[in-house]
T-cell receptor, first 112, second 113 residues
Framework: GQQVMQIPQYQHVQEGEDFTTYCNSS?????IQWYKQRPGGHPVFLIQ???SGEVKKQKRLTFQFGEAKKNSSLHITATQTTDVGTYFC????????????WGLGTSLGVNP | DGGITQSPKYLFRKEGQNVTLSCEQN?????MYWYRQDPGQGLRLIYY???????QKGDIAEGYSVSREKKESFPLTVTSAQKNPTAFYLC????????????FGPGTRLTVL
Protein backbone atom coordinates (compact mmCIF):
# COMPACT_ATOMS: atom_id res chain seq x y z
CA GLY A 1 0.00 0.00 0.00
CA GLN A 2 0.88 3.64 -0.05
CA GLN A 3 3.60 4.56 2.42
CA VAL A 4 5.56 7.57 3.47
CA MET A 5 8.83 6.58 5.11
CA GLN A 6 10.42 9.15 7.39
CA ILE A 7 14.00 9.01 8.71
CA PRO A 8 15.57 9.18 11.16
CA GLN A 9 13.10 8.11 13.82
CA TYR A 10 15.02 9.94 16.56
CA GLN A 11 17.85 12.42 16.65
CA HIS A 12 19.57 14.26 19.46
CA VAL A 13 21.76 17.23 18.64
CA GLN A 14 23.74 19.82 20.54
CA GLU A 15 22.20 23.27 20.46
CA GLY A 16 23.60 25.10 17.47
CA GLU A 17 24.01 22.00 15.31
CA ASP A 18 21.98 21.46 12.16
CA PHE A 19 19.23 18.85 11.77
CA THR A 20 17.58 17.23 8.77
CA THR A 21 14.65 14.84 8.45
CA TYR A 22 13.71 13.07 5.22
CA CYS A 23 10.47 11.70 3.80
CA ASN A 24 10.16 9.24 0.92
CA SER A 25 6.90 8.20 -0.66
CA SER A 26 6.18 5.03 -2.59
CA UNK A 27 3.83 6.98 -4.86
CA UNK A 28 3.80 10.37 -6.52
CA UNK A 29 2.36 13.08 -4.31
CA UNK A 30 0.25 16.06 -5.29
CA UNK A 31 1.67 17.96 -2.33
CA ILE A 32 3.46 17.40 0.94
CA GLN A 33 2.84 19.03 4.29
CA TRP A 34 5.02 19.34 7.37
CA TYR A 35 3.76 19.50 10.95
CA LYS A 36 5.45 19.96 14.32
CA GLN A 37 4.21 18.40 17.53
CA ARG A 38 5.71 19.64 20.79
CA PRO A 39 5.93 17.13 23.66
CA GLY A 40 2.45 16.75 25.15
CA GLY A 41 0.93 18.89 22.41
CA HIS A 42 -0.87 18.46 19.13
CA PRO A 43 0.45 18.67 15.56
CA VAL A 44 0.69 22.17 14.17
CA PHE A 45 0.91 22.86 10.45
CA LEU A 46 4.22 24.33 9.30
CA ILE A 47 4.11 24.46 5.52
CA GLN A 48 2.82 22.89 2.32
CA UNK A 49 4.89 22.25 -0.81
CA UNK A 50 3.15 21.73 -4.14
CA UNK A 51 5.54 22.23 -7.04
CA SER A 52 8.23 19.86 -8.22
CA GLY A 53 11.63 20.98 -6.90
CA GLU A 54 10.07 23.61 -4.65
CA VAL A 55 12.14 25.10 -1.84
CA LYS A 56 10.62 27.22 0.92
CA LYS A 57 12.22 28.86 3.93
CA GLN A 58 10.84 29.89 7.28
CA LYS A 59 13.60 31.58 9.27
CA ARG A 60 15.99 28.73 10.18
CA LEU A 61 13.79 26.03 8.56
CA THR A 62 14.26 25.01 4.91
CA PHE A 63 11.76 22.71 3.21
CA GLN A 64 12.36 20.94 -0.11
CA PHE A 65 10.11 18.92 -2.42
CA GLY A 66 11.87 16.56 -4.81
CA GLU A 67 11.77 16.83 -8.58
CA ALA A 68 9.79 13.59 -8.87
CA LYS A 69 7.40 14.71 -6.10
CA LYS A 70 8.16 11.56 -4.14
CA ASN A 71 10.50 12.89 -1.47
CA SER A 72 10.90 15.86 0.79
CA SER A 73 13.19 17.17 3.47
CA LEU A 74 13.13 19.59 6.39
CA HIS A 75 16.42 21.16 7.42
CA ILE A 76 16.88 23.23 10.57
CA THR A 77 19.96 25.41 10.76
CA ALA A 78 21.55 26.09 14.16
CA THR A 79 18.99 24.29 16.30
CA GLN A 80 17.59 25.86 19.44
CA THR A 81 15.89 24.24 22.44
CA THR A 82 12.59 25.59 21.14
CA ASP A 83 12.94 23.26 18.13
CA VAL A 84 12.39 20.21 20.35
CA GLY A 85 9.46 18.09 19.21
CA THR A 86 8.37 15.57 16.61
CA TYR A 87 8.28 16.60 12.98
CA PHE A 88 5.79 14.84 10.71
CA CYS A 89 5.51 14.88 6.97
CA UNK A 90 2.17 14.09 5.35
CA UNK A 91 1.81 13.56 1.64
CA UNK A 92 -1.37 13.91 -0.39
CA UNK A 93 -1.50 10.95 -2.77
CA UNK A 94 -1.89 12.22 -6.33
CA UNK A 95 -3.98 9.26 -7.42
CA UNK A 96 -6.10 8.26 -4.43
CA UNK A 97 -8.50 11.16 -4.01
CA UNK A 98 -5.59 13.05 -2.50
CA UNK A 99 -5.67 10.97 0.69
CA UNK A 100 -3.19 12.27 3.24
CA UNK A 101 -0.53 9.70 4.13
CA TRP A 102 1.42 10.40 7.31
CA GLY A 103 5.03 9.58 8.04
CA LEU A 104 5.84 8.19 11.49
CA GLY A 105 7.69 11.34 12.47
CA THR A 106 11.20 12.28 13.55
CA SER A 107 11.65 13.11 17.22
CA LEU A 108 14.23 15.85 17.76
CA GLY A 109 15.97 16.44 21.08
CA VAL A 110 18.26 19.44 21.58
CA ASN A 111 20.83 19.55 24.36
CA PRO A 112 21.48 23.09 25.64
CA ASP B 1 -11.27 32.81 18.40
CA GLY B 2 -11.65 30.15 15.72
CA GLY B 3 -10.42 26.68 16.39
CA ILE B 4 -11.08 23.12 17.43
CA THR B 5 -11.93 22.07 20.94
CA GLN B 6 -11.74 18.62 22.43
CA SER B 7 -12.87 17.66 25.85
CA PRO B 8 -11.92 16.41 28.26
CA LYS B 9 -8.12 16.59 28.12
CA TYR B 10 -7.77 13.45 30.25
CA LEU B 11 -10.33 10.68 30.53
CA PHE B 12 -10.31 7.52 32.62
CA ARG B 13 -12.72 4.65 32.06
CA LYS B 14 -13.14 1.12 33.25
CA GLU B 15 -12.66 -1.73 30.83
CA GLY B 16 -15.89 -2.72 29.09
CA GLN B 17 -17.41 0.77 29.14
CA ASN B 18 -18.16 2.79 26.04
CA VAL B 19 -16.85 6.35 26.09
CA THR B 20 -17.55 9.30 23.81
CA LEU B 21 -14.95 11.94 23.01
CA SER B 22 -16.17 15.32 21.85
CA CYS B 23 -14.80 17.44 19.02
CA GLU B 24 -16.18 20.83 18.04
CA GLN B 25 -14.91 23.29 15.43
CA ASN B 26 -15.99 26.81 14.53
CA UNK B 27 -13.78 27.13 11.45
CA UNK B 28 -16.66 26.33 9.08
CA UNK B 29 -14.65 23.40 7.74
CA UNK B 30 -16.42 20.66 5.80
CA UNK B 31 -13.97 17.85 6.57
CA MET B 32 -13.25 16.43 10.00
CA TYR B 33 -11.00 13.58 11.12
CA TRP B 34 -10.21 11.40 14.10
CA TYR B 35 -6.71 10.09 14.66
CA ARG B 36 -5.19 7.82 17.23
CA GLN B 37 -1.60 8.31 18.41
CA ASP B 38 0.32 5.78 20.49
CA PRO B 39 3.69 6.51 22.15
CA GLY B 40 6.42 6.82 19.56
CA GLN B 41 3.94 6.27 16.77
CA GLY B 42 2.61 8.42 14.00
CA LEU B 43 -1.01 9.35 13.40
CA ARG B 44 -3.42 6.61 12.41
CA LEU B 45 -6.74 7.60 10.85
CA ILE B 46 -9.82 6.18 12.56
CA TYR B 47 -12.71 7.89 10.75
CA TYR B 48 -13.22 10.93 8.57
CA UNK B 49 -16.20 12.92 7.38
CA UNK B 50 -16.37 15.11 4.30
CA UNK B 51 -19.84 16.47 4.87
CA UNK B 52 -22.69 16.42 7.36
CA UNK B 53 -24.42 13.03 7.71
CA UNK B 54 -21.62 11.25 5.90
CA UNK B 55 -18.49 9.57 7.23
CA GLN B 56 -16.01 6.95 6.10
CA LYS B 57 -13.81 4.41 7.85
CA GLY B 58 -10.13 5.13 8.08
CA ASP B 59 -7.32 2.64 8.55
CA ILE B 60 -8.23 1.49 12.09
CA ALA B 61 -12.03 1.90 12.46
CA GLU B 62 -12.74 -1.38 14.26
CA GLY B 63 -14.10 -0.77 17.76
CA TYR B 64 -14.95 2.87 17.08
CA SER B 65 -18.05 4.71 15.88
CA VAL B 66 -18.77 8.32 14.89
CA SER B 67 -21.62 10.60 13.92
CA ARG B 68 -21.77 13.88 12.01
CA GLU B 69 -25.17 15.40 12.63
CA LYS B 70 -23.86 18.96 12.61
CA LYS B 71 -21.09 20.57 10.61
CA GLU B 72 -19.40 21.76 13.80
CA SER B 73 -19.39 18.48 15.69
CA PHE B 74 -17.80 15.07 15.12
CA PRO B 75 -17.94 12.93 18.29
CA LEU B 76 -16.05 9.66 18.53
CA THR B 77 -17.28 6.70 20.58
CA VAL B 78 -14.71 4.19 21.76
CA THR B 79 -16.65 1.00 22.27
CA SER B 80 -15.91 -1.99 24.44
CA ALA B 81 -15.04 -3.86 21.25
CA GLN B 82 -11.83 -1.85 20.88
CA LYS B 83 -9.12 -4.19 22.16
CA ASN B 84 -6.57 -1.61 23.23
CA PRO B 85 -8.30 1.75 23.67
CA THR B 86 -5.70 3.51 25.84
CA ALA B 87 -4.18 6.18 23.56
CA PHE B 88 -4.03 9.86 22.67
CA TYR B 89 -6.94 10.83 20.42
CA LEU B 90 -6.69 13.80 18.09
CA CYS B 91 -9.47 15.47 16.17
CA UNK B 92 -8.70 17.60 13.13
CA UNK B 93 -10.53 19.54 10.45
CA UNK B 94 -9.77 20.95 7.02
CA UNK B 95 -11.60 23.12 4.50
CA UNK B 96 -12.31 20.02 2.43
CA UNK B 97 -10.97 16.51 2.26
CA UNK B 98 -7.84 16.04 0.27
CA UNK B 99 -4.43 17.56 0.53
CA UNK B 100 -5.45 20.54 2.60
CA UNK B 101 -3.89 21.85 5.78
CA UNK B 102 -5.37 20.15 8.82
CA UNK B 103 -6.07 21.99 12.05
CA PHE B 104 -5.83 19.88 15.18
CA GLY B 105 -7.54 20.07 18.53
CA PRO B 106 -5.55 19.72 21.76
CA GLY B 107 -6.34 16.00 22.03
CA THR B 108 -7.88 13.70 24.63
CA ARG B 109 -5.72 11.24 26.50
CA LEU B 110 -7.86 8.19 27.23
CA THR B 111 -6.81 5.65 29.80
CA VAL B 112 -8.82 2.47 30.23
CA LEU B 113 -8.22 0.76 33.55
Amino acid sequence: GQQVMQIPQYQHVQEGEDFTTYCNSSTTLSNIQWYKQRPGGHPVFLIQLVKSGEVKKQKRLTFQFGEAKKNSSLHITATQTTDVGTYFCAGADAGNNRKLIWGLGTSLGVNP
Amino acid sequence: DGGITQSPKYLFRKEGQNVTLSCEQNLNHDAMYWYRQDPGQGLRLIYYSQIVNDFQKGDIAEGYSVSREKKESFPLTVTSAQKNPTAFYLCASSIERGGNEQFFGPGTRLTVL
